[in-house]
């Protein structure tokens, strides 16, 4: 999967243009586009919040550096926790040619034990896409994200959409497996699947909440993506465009975030409480 920015085009604070700008993307950076959207616009808001230019940014599962490498772009410093060594090895190669590598660390290890390798409660904003549908207990994988977040950081989840799956099957003529995706606890269409495990929003927002976060915003990913057959896009001048901005339209209504491949939730962590003196007043 490509990067979904440009290179850097600023010599004093590098920021990537928007995928929306961008004259050509692949396929496979238009599946990204949504989501980084709403990341680089919750970091540039903890940006303006903490009148800090650079954050700290833990990238869980971040493997290569799809996001962990743009975000680093915008000049924040980003951790990438991944068990793959060979993914790792690309996101150092992948910084490199980018000119962020001394912005970019990767280490080895995996959400259920984070806190092996990087600091609890350390981080401005976390991201953990495509984690949850591989880790035993969803439930203690998000709460071992949130607690790498300082109060009022931001969590990007990403996780693989029941509905998609459903969707998917059942238009590739596969009707008793979609059947079988709808009925099954975990959202897998047979024995075959790869996915280990898919979502709802209402599941994905409960895990958010449950964590103790406060649900920022909910957005499907892939809608249609996926679906349009690829000559379509290729072919037909104007359509990846078109297609772009489909997705983005139709991304934010709920109406939608059951037949995406995927969803994606923005949790925000709520400041600590600040006590009151004797007298009722804040200090």
């Known amino acids: 999967m490509s990067d979904p920015m440009r290179p850097p085009v600023s010599p004093h604070r590098p920021h990537p243009a928007s995928p929306r700008s961008e004259p050509s993307r692949s396929r496979a950076a238009l599946r990204t586009a949504v989501v980084w959207d709403v990341l680089q616009e919750a970091l540039d808001r903890r940006v303006k919040a903490t009148g800090r230019q650079a954050l700290d940014v833990l990238d869980t599962g971040g493997g290569s550096g799809n996001f962990a490498v743009p975000a680093a772009r915008l000049g924040h410093r980003v951790t990438v926790v991944d068990p793959s060594p060979n993914a790792l090895f690309a996101l150092e190669r992948r910084a490199a040619e ?104 209402d599941q994905l927002t409960g895990l958010v909440e449950s964590a103790g976060l406060r649900v920022g915003a909910v957005h499907g990913v892939r809608v249609f993506a996926d679906l349009v057959p690829g000559v379509l896009v290729d072919t037909e001048p104007g359509a990846m465009e078109a297609l772009l901005k489909l997705e983005a339209a139709a ?33």
């Open 98 to 201: 980018a000119g962020v590598a001394d912005r970019v660390r990767g280490v080895q290890g995996d959400a259920r034990g984070l806190f092996d390798v990087v600091e609890r409660g350390g981080y401005d904003a976390v991201l953990c896409h495509g984690v949850l549908e591989y880790v035993d207990d969803p439930a203690e994988g998000v709460r071992n994200v949130v607690a790498a977040l300082r109060p009022e950081g931001v969590l990007s989840l990403l996780a693989a959409g029941l509905g998609g799956a459903v969707l998917a099957r059942a238009l590739a003529g596969h009707f008793t497996e979609a059947r079988h995706a709808l009925d099954d606890p975990d959202g897998r269409w047979g024995e075959g699947d790869p996915v280990p495990r898919r979502f709802t929003a």
């Open 251 to 283: 991304a934010e209504l709920a109406a939608f975030h059951s037949v995406a491949t995927q969803l994606h939730v923005l949790g925000e962590a709520r400041g600590p409480k600040r006590s009151e003196s004797p007298g009722g007043v804040r200090p």
